[in-house]
């Protein structure tokens, strides 16, 4: 006595198990470029037009204040740093 669910099942399981694969291996392997891309993003609004405050890319970037120290300034070092510039 099979129902239509198991039927289906038996016909389709190799499709689905790759299917399910290959999506869990699509992002495992994105999820390190997003994090790259995310900070690669802050850092050209931060130096193209002031398009963010050097506040905000403190933010986003997850950086901690320094007294005596602009936060813009932090955040272009870290970025120039980050990306290898200097």
């Not at 006595?1 to 239509?4: A, D, I, L, R």
């Given at each position: 006595?099979?129902?239509?669910f198991y039927?289906?099942?038996?016909?389709h399981?190799?499709?689905?198990t790759?299917?399910l694969?290959?999506s869990?291996?699509?992002l495992?392997?994105r999820?390190?470029?997003?994090?790259?891309?995310?900070i690669?993003d802050?850092?050209?609004?931060?130096?193209?037009?002031?398009q963010i405050?050097?506040d905000?890319?403190?933010?986003?970037?997850?950086?901690k204040?320094i007294?005596?120290?602009n936060?813009?300034e932090l955040?272009n070092?870290?970025c120039?740093?980050?990306?290898?510039i200097?």
């Open positions: 006595m099979e129902n239509k039927q289906w099942w038996k016909d399981r190799r499709g689905v790759l299917g694969f290959l869990i291996f699509a495992y392997l999820t390190p470029f997003d994090k790259e891309v995310k690669k802050t850092c050209a609004k931060l130096n193209s037009s002031y405050t050097g905000e890319a403190m933010e986003k970037l997850n950086l204040e007294k005596n120290y936060n813009r955040a070092y870290y120039e740093r980050y990306l290898g200097k």
